[in-house]
């Protein structure tokens, strides 16, 4: 690693995220690295490093958003970036076991403008990949040998827990017709408010913060989280592939039962039962009928409540974030970081 990065001010996301490409980039890397040959080929391939054929490439590997929060909450407590790194390389170890995962479950064919995993290698071996990033992820903390170490390695398992269940949660509502919509922000909560509120609760931790600044930490990455989890959903429906990565629509044509769906289902509009008749049919909807359903989504009035939802959220974890009482820049970046997140075109 080099000393370039030891005390960098992040006044602007875009400083905190080349600062992440670079060091936390290059210490996930050599981690990836220790895993046995087969399994570091697919995760190589994954985050973007390497083509099908192991040859170097140069691929998207992310938007390195927990990466940047552990490092961003480590230094708005008053502790060093570099001190965060093994936390932040952890948390993202955790976050993509979970897309290799989530890509063979929802049967995605596509991530970050390229073919996923799963439809290359298979699924067994994608699965297997994403296994070992899973166990790879509290060994770098533990290595790391700092005071802070042990509690980490807790809280990484800890949230590991709470993202399966939100997944298991949301498996589970492909064939329910009942989903509410409480149910469902719980399983947004798990599935992706647990990762973001685990990255800036670690890195207040490495940071050395108090206890009431932890937890402040962590509630503005709840939020975050899930204001995170409306806008994917809204993206899903009517993003720009260019943009997101992956195909429009592909979550409306397997019915998937996301807040914006549930929250579209369960609104009460002469909409809703249209829809329901669709997502609730025995034959499969195809692709030419996404545009329909999309349309009615928007009539049950889901779309303007997802970003008002999400708009919530912020304010929520703007909120935390102030009675962090966090040095007041780098409070501003992650504040920055929250409103670009919310503010994806939608």
């Known amino acids: 690693m080099t000393t370039a990065g030891l005390s960098p001010e992040f006044r602007t996301v875009e400083d905190v995220v080349r600062w992440c490409r670079d060091v936390v980039g290059g210490a996930l890397r050599v981690e990836v690295d220790q895993l046995p040959h087969s399994m570091r080929r697919i995760a190589g391939y994954h985050f973007g490093w390497v083509d099908r054929h192991g040859d170097p490439d140069v691929g998207d590997s992310g938007k390195l958003i927990r990466p940047a929060l552990v ?3 480590a230094t708005a407590v008053g502790g060093a970036a570099v001190d965060a790194v093994p936390a932040a390389v952890a948390v ?5 076991f979970s897309l290799l995962h989530d890509d063979v479950m929802d049967r995605d064919a596509v991530r970050r403008h390229r073919s996923t995993a799963w439809t290359v290698f298979g699924e067994a071996p994608a699965i297997l990949a994403g296994d070992a990033l899973l166990v790879l992820a509290p060994q770098v903390v533990v290595r790391a040998g700092e005071r802070w170490s042990a509690v980490a390695a ?3 398992t800890r949230a590991v827990f709470d993202l399966c269940e939100g997944q298991h949660a949301d498996l589970a509502f492909e064939a329910r017709v009942d989903v509410g919509l409480d149910e469902c922000v719980r399983m947004a909560a798990g599935k992706t408010g647990a990762l973001l509120g685990l990255s800036c609760a670690l890195g207040a931790l490495v940071g050395g913060g108090e206890p009431e600044r932890v937890t402040s930490l962590r509630a503005f990455g709840h939020h975050l989280g899930l204001a995170y989890q409306l806008v994917d959903d809204l993206l899903a429906v009517w993003g720009d592939p260019a943009v997101t990565g992956k ?8 019915r998937k039962k996301s807040l914006l769906a549930v929250a579209a289902l369960t609104s009460g509009t002469p909409a809703a039962g249209e829809l329901a008749e669709l997502y609730h049919r025995e034959r499969p909807l195809e692709a030419d009928e996404v545009p329909l359903v999309s349309a009615l989504i928007e009539r049950t009035g889901a779309r303007e409540w997802a970003r008002a939802r999400a708009a919530s959220e912020m304010a929520l974890a703007a909120g935390h974030l102030e009675a962090a009482e966090c040095e007041p820049a780098v409070a501003e970046t992650l504040l920055d970081v929250a409103r670009r997140v919310v503010g994806r075109d939608h």
Do not use: I
């Not at 993202?92 to 993509?96: D, G, R």
């Not at 195909?247 to 397997?254: C, E, H, I, M």
């Open 154 to 156: 807790e809280w990484l």
């Open 71 to 73: 490092v961003l909450a």
């Open 92 to 96: 993202e170890l955790v976050h993509n």
């Open 247 to 254: 195909p429009v629509g592909a979550d409306l044509v397997s």
